[in-house]
């Protein structure tokens, strides 16, 4: 088997590099970056199958780092934060985390969510990154999110630009809840303030659009008081 690269993007050099010889004492390969611009500069020249993130950077903080990675790729991406509140944790994997690590934190565990999340990756048949990171199926869906392309029980079915990104992230998320809020300042990347109507209305228009009978979808429920999901199937 290949071996593994992963991208530790961390401020703090000792603790990039405490990472850094952990990593490569189980034969993985380490690229560096101590900011998030530096971290996105090294996905362009470097194909890695795992990103370990630390929140707080300077430049480019962790999540808008995630954010901008998310825009093309699906690469695992495990979070380092030193905030251990259930609400920092619920927001990193509402935005597209795969994972979750508090500081100061065990080396082992680390290791573990690591070969974990790379084990998972590489299964799903995602190596090559340019197929599943680019499409998403879940029943009769399909989406080509590099040609920007649906279709529903092989039927092409346009969307705009907003309603593509909603389903989207609920595709990548499929079977998670998710808030008006949540959905807004994931597709908007804009604080949320009394968005409730405007996703509404866009969640319809996908559900007219890809359901057989949007009165009883089977892909695109409501969890009523919570939010909205993408069903597994």
């Known amino acids: 088997m290949e071996t593994a690269k992963i991208l530790v993007a961390d401020d703090d050099k000792e603790i990039a590099g405490a990472i850094e010889k952990l990593l490569k004492m ?5 690229i560096k970056a101590y900011n998030g611009m530096e971290a996105l500069d090294a996905l362009v020249s470097n194909q890695v199958q795992l990103i370990i993130l630390d929140i707080m950077m300077p430049k480019l903080d962790g999540l808008s780092t995630m954010m901008k990675i998310r825009d093309s790729k699906n690469i695992p991406i495990i ?19 795969d994972d979750y690590v508090t500081k100061p934190f065990n080396p082992q565990e680390l290791l ?3 070969k974990s999340q ?9 190596k090559d990154s340019n197929n599943s990171a680019n499409k998403i199926v879940i029943g009769g869906i399909c989406m080509d999110v590099e040609k920007v392309e649906l279709t529903v029980d092989g039927e092409p079915v346009k969307l705009t630009a907003k309603e593509f990104k909603i389903l989207e992230f609920l595709m990548r998320n499929a079977g998670c809840v998710f808030s008006a809020e949540q959905i807004y300042e994931r597709v908007w990347q804009e604080t949320a303030y009394s968005v409730e109507n405007t996703v509404m ?11 057989i009978n949007p ?10 008081g919570i939010g909205y999901k993408i069903e597994k199937i």
């Open 215 to 224: 009165k009883e979808p089977k892909y695109l429920k409501v969890v009523w």
């Open 112 to 114: 573990a969510r690591v």
């Open 201 to 211: 209305v866009h969640i319809r228009r996908i559900r007219e659009k890809i359901e």
């Open 79 to 97: 979070l380092l934060s030193a905030k251990s509140e259930d609400s920092d944790k619920i927001l990193g994997l509402s935005m597209g985390a």
């Open 118 to 126: 790379l084990r998972r990756y590489l299964q799903l048949g995602d």
């Open 26 to 30: 189980e034969g993985y390969e380490v």
